[in-house]
């Protein structure tokens, strides 16, 4: 049995959409990093670098985000073609949100809402350069539905960190490419069904 280490927060959220996606099974573990369980030993014996996500398979551990997305399409053969360029392109796009959206809107999200002194350049840099990374999004996805052509893993990737970014930058009408896309993403059934479980786990601990 698959078991999935996580939490809800944007990286979080992949792994989980992504297994509902290729209809495996999986035990979810929810590791509370508002409360440090990320840097306990158990944890860190599957991620040495102690952030969610993690999984084990069969005594395989797989942490990062976009690893554990690879290894899952290699595993179902699903969302990841085999080789040529549509492998190239969902690689892309998997690793541009992995070096590009996912760091820049996390010290955007830092430097403007949880640090209590407030550094405007800092604030400026990570916005504008968060920007910056949704519009080429949306450049992508205006003459396309998803952004390797067919839906791959590349669009698990991005999906969570493009909505963090449409909303709290509060750019939806300035990027309509994307905000289509994160509309057709949303209606997944799949992926809602992915969403729900891991914020009812996490209601269900909190209650
Ligand atoms: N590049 C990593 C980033 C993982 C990451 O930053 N996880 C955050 C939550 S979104 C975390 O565990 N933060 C807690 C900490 O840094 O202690 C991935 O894509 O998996």
């Known amino acids: 049995m698959i078991e999935l280490f996580t939490w809800t927060t944007p990286n979080g959220e992949k792994p989980i959409i992504m297994l509902e996606e290729c209809g495996l099974d999986y035990d979810l573990h929810l ?13 860190l014996a599957i991620n040495p670098n102690g952030k969610i996500p993690a999984l084990v398979d069969d005594g395989i551990r797989v942490f990062e985000s976009g690893a554990i997305l690879i290894y899952l399409a290699e595993k179902s053969g699903r969302f990841l073609a085999p080789s040529g360029k549509a492998r190239a392109e969902a690689l892309a796009w998997t690793f541009f949100q ?5 760091p820049m809107l996390g010290q955007w999200y830092h430097f403007e809402k949880a640090v209590p002194e407030k550094i405007p350049y800092a604030v400026e840099r990570y916005r504008e350069e968060s920007i910056r990374l949704l519009s080429v999004l949306d450049g992508r996805l205006g003459d ?14 991005n999906y969570s960190w493009a909505v963090a970014g449409l909303d709290g930058l509060d750019v939806r009408e300035r990027f309509p490419a994307l905000s289509m896309w994160a509309g ?18 996490k209601g269900g601990l909190r209650a």
Request: glycine share 16%; proline share 0%.
């Open 31 to 43: 590791i509370d990093i508002s409360a440090g369980e990320q840097k306990k030993s158990d944890f």
């Open 98 to 102: 992995a070096g590009g959206t996912g």
């Open 144 to 157: 396309r539905d998803y952004l390797a052509g067919e839906f791959s893993i590349a669009d698990i990737m």
């Open 184 to 201: 057709r993403m949303g209606g997944r059934e799949a992926l809602a069904r992915g969403l729900d479980r891991l914020r009812s786990a």
